[in-house]
DNA sequence: TTTGACGACATTTTT
DNA sequence: TGTCGTCAAA
């Protein structure tokens, strides 16, 4: 018990309580940065030093991998040992552990494919074409969204059968009964069917849920606002033995609505678990007093929430900068020499990150620090699994591994290209439809048809080939079968090639992942473990392991802290977005501002924020944009507002002399060709300049016509300066730069 | 059947 | 802005 209390010396008093309350059902309430997976890790650890559990015996849940991990190694750390045989992980993982071991009591066979979403649509899309279903006026995406929202809120195909009343509601309810269908017959699921498969697993067969029930002493969920009703369900059945439960969460924290995680869900809590007890945890550990004061003063104009009030005992911090710009360009450079500053004085990278509503608006941070060498990471852009080349090498262990796998089949039957075109393999499915038989099967129906020519020979070459791969599946290991298939097929060569043609920095990074793929193939076993792994964990997690300014959503920021943030793109519209205040209201409004309660909270030294006049993209012209309300909802006293420090300072590139007087040891190779191309870009920006000048000297008039390349004709209402307000023919009044204008 | 050009279109957040 | 789908030509 010695070694506990050395754990707990610096635990508060709440939290120390948290973690000696184990049995019964018990929800947490932590703020920000409260210390809330501490709690977690040691209660686990409590559980095992006090001979409570065995460690599996012990369920805890997370949503993300990452949450997850953080979990296994810190008990592990602690105890001094790895435990395997252990129930940490997300909802989806541990459910799909289940399922492998079950999966024909659903229809399934263990070695079922969890497909994704592109995998859907192309499903979905299928259907409505064999349904004779019009895609016109609701898409695919539409459909798809439907039906994960009744898998989140677990609503079965009857229901939605019996609640449909008009046509596009039948037709729903038909593409779902179909779509789940289809899935069980191409042996596959996706993430939803995860959750709902094991429960009516757990519904049907007595001995299995039992079995579990038994096992799971204490259950423990992190991030429980982010619970959807399925998933409640499914806690509901685990725990309703042994009735431990611990849950942890924030409902200021609450950000997935769209995934069926509502806040009202976190009232389930108290009905669906006995006697439950709930606790706060409310001093933050992480940021300075100014930036929680910022934070709760933000959270208090939402209505629908627990009263939690979050404090900090440390320094009070210096003030949040607020910055406006002109253009995205101009806030990219000032945010960029910005954290030249900080670099200089010793913040490691790690430290710093900027984040966004939009995960597409880290565009014009990318070219600036490429373009001035700041090494930099995208965290949850394009998942490496979600990479075409990543997908195509899939496909093709896929369809290797099992011959019905139609999906996989069809991914690949034309790449690299054979001729085996959009109308041989309509034919081909429509044969395969008609006899209900798989595709691959439908294929050598195809070969003894009297039609086509080349494309049966191709067919039948793949074919052969994919039989060969089968057949060596058992005989040689994964990474040789991987090789084997990347060179028979062709696929390879595909990119070898790709690679030589003149645009080649794209296709080499294509090499690039494939190769990185087969050396995340060494890592597993077999191939069924790497494929789990492959289309369950989004992130390869030596991420961390560089010094790079990391810029993600704000969304995937949670659970994350810097010393610097930097919050970018709040102008009103785009955050609080637009359409989710058009979709649902105030609620979706309350959400909003939970985000930027979220965003705020991962800084512990100093927050920036900023925001951009001019349109982001051209097609997000509307209007003129204006600072976020959240702004304002920020206490005044805590906040130091900057004009935009663009028009004050008319230098926009970046400057050389501050290059120079940086430590010479600490250039990175980007910028050392940045100085060599110093002259270059100098004189580029001296021709610039000349362009404005010479603009200037034929200066517009104000009630001049003129024409704008984007917005096209109108009238100068007003100059102001390098800018001038004018009054477009057909979109409106716009502020625009005097250098991007032209006399009628 | 493939390719290229063109225009339409959509752009939130993710296990 | 870039991706997607459609269309016509090769």
């Known amino acids: 018990m010695n070694n506990l209390d050395k754990n707990f010396g610096d635990l508060n008093k709440q939290q120390i ?21 501490r709690v977690l890790i040691l209660k ?151 959750i709902i498969h ?63 995680a509502e806040i009202k869900n976190i009232l389930n809590f108290e009905k669906d678990f006995e006697n439950p007890s709930i606790m706060f945890l409310e001093q933050n550990y992480r940021s300075t007093k100014r930036i929680i004061n910022c934070a709760s003063h933000l959270i208090n104009f939402n209505k629908n929430r627990y009263n939690k009030k979050i404090w900090s005992q440390n320094s009070e911090g210096s003030k949040i900068e607020i910055r406006g710009f002109w253009e995205t360009k101009e806030e990219a450079i000032s945010i960029s020499s910005k954290i030249e500053e900080l670099k200089t004085s010793n913040t490691p990278l790690n430290e710093i990150a900027i984040l966004m509503r939009v995960a597409a608006h880290t565009r014009s941070f990318e070219e600036r620090f490429l373009n001035i060498g700041l090494p930099y990471r995208i965290i949850g852009g394009i998942k490496f699994y979600e990479r075409k080349e990543i997908k195509d090498v899939i496909a093709y262990l896929r369809i290797a591994n099992n011959h019905n796998d139609d999906l996989a089949l069809e ?75 990347l060179e028979d097929s062709g696929y390879m060569e595909l990119l070898i090639n790709e690679s030589k043609l003149k645009d080649h920095i794209e296709s080499y990074d294509r090499l690039d992942n494939v190769n990185e793929f087969m050396n995340g193939l060494k890592e597993f076993e077999n191939l069924e473990g790497f494929l789990e792994h492959v289309s369950l964990v989004a992130e390869n997690d030596n991420i961390y392991k560089n010094e790079k300014i ?81 702004i304002n909802e920020l206490p005044k006293e805590d906040l130091e507002i900057f004009n935009s420090e663009i028009f004050e300072n008319d230098e926009y590139s970046f400057n050389i002399s501050q290059l120079e007087e940086a430590n010479t040891a600490e250039i990175s190779p980007g910028k050392k060709r940045l100085i060599e191309n110093y002259n270059k870009i100098n004189e580029q920006n001296l021709a610039h300049d000349r362009d404005i000048s010479a603009i200037n000297q034929s200066s517009f008039n104000e009630g001049d016509r003129i024409f704008h390349k984007k917005f096209g004709y109108g009238r100068i209402l007003e100059i102001e300066n390098i800018t001038a307000l004018i009054n477009f023919d057909k979109s409106g009044t716009k502020m625009v730069y005097l250098k991007y204008l032209f006399r009628e």
């Not at 790895?82 to 492998?100: E, K, M, P, Q």
């Not at 008609?434 to 191709?458: P, T, V």
Request: aromatic fraction near 10%; include cysteine; charged fraction near 30%.
């Open 17 to 37: 309580d948290a973690v000696k309350k184990t049995s019964g059902s018990l929800l947490i309430l932590a703020g920000a940065g409260s210390g809330k997976t």
């Open 44 to 194: 686990i650890y409590y559980f095992l030093i006090s001979k409570l559990a065995l460690p599996n015996q012990i369920l805890a849940v997370t949503f993300t991998n990452k949450a997850a991990n953080e979990l296994k190694t810190r008990v592990s750390n602690m105890t001094g040992k790895i435990i395997d045989s252990w129930w940490v992980g997300t909802f989806h993982s541990i459910s799909a552990r289940i399922l492998r071991k079950h999966s024909e009591l659903v229809g399934l066979k263990n070695n079922f494919v969890i497909i994704d979403k592109d995998d859907q649509i192309k499903l979905i899309k299928s259907i409505c074409e064999s349904e004779k279903i019009s895609l016109e006026d609701k898409n695919a995406k539409y459909y798809l969204k439907c039906i994960d929202r009744f898998k989140n809120d677990y609503i079965s195909e009857e229901e939605v059968f019996e609640k449909a009343k008009i046509k596009d509601e039948r037709d729903l309810a038909k593409i779902f009964s179909i779509y789940q269908n289809e899935l069980i017959r191409l042996n596959c699921c996706d993430f939803g069917d995860l």
């Open 198 to 260: 094991c429960l009516s697993i757990f519904k049907k067969n007595n001995k299995v849920v039992k079995q579990l029930q038994n096992q799971f002493k204490y259950i423990l969920v992190d991030e429980y606002q982010d619970i959807n009703p399925s998933q409640q369900e499914w806690l509901k059945y685990l725990y309703s033995h042994h009735k431990n439960i611990c849950c942890v969460g924030d409902d200021d924290q609450s950000i997935y609505s769209w995934r069926g």
């Open 411 to 485: 991914r690949i039957i034309n790449v690299p290209k054979r001729g085996i075109g959009k109308l041989t393999l309509k034919k081909i499915n429509l044969i395969s439809r008609n006899k209900k038989i798989s595709l691959f099967e439908g294929c050598k129906i195809y070969l003894q048809s009297d039609e086509g020519g080349k494309a049966k020979i191709e067919i039948n070459n793949l074919i052969s080939k994919i039989h060969k791969w089968n057949k060596v599946i058992n005989k040689i290991d994964h990474i040789d079968l991987c090789e084997l298939i």
């Open 550 to 630: 990391s810029l993600m959503t704000m969304h995937s920021a949670k659970g994350l802290e810097f010393k610097y943030v930097f919050l970018i793109g709040w102008e009103e519209g785009l955050f609080p977005s637009k359409r989710s205040i058009e979709e649902k209201g105030q609620s979706g409004l309350e959400e909003e501002r939970r985000l930027a309660y979220v965003a705020l909270t991962r800084a512990k030294e100093k927050v920036f924020i900023s925001f951009v006049n001019q349109n982001r993209y051209s097609y997000a012209s509307h209007d003129f944009n204006s600072p976020s309300r959240f």
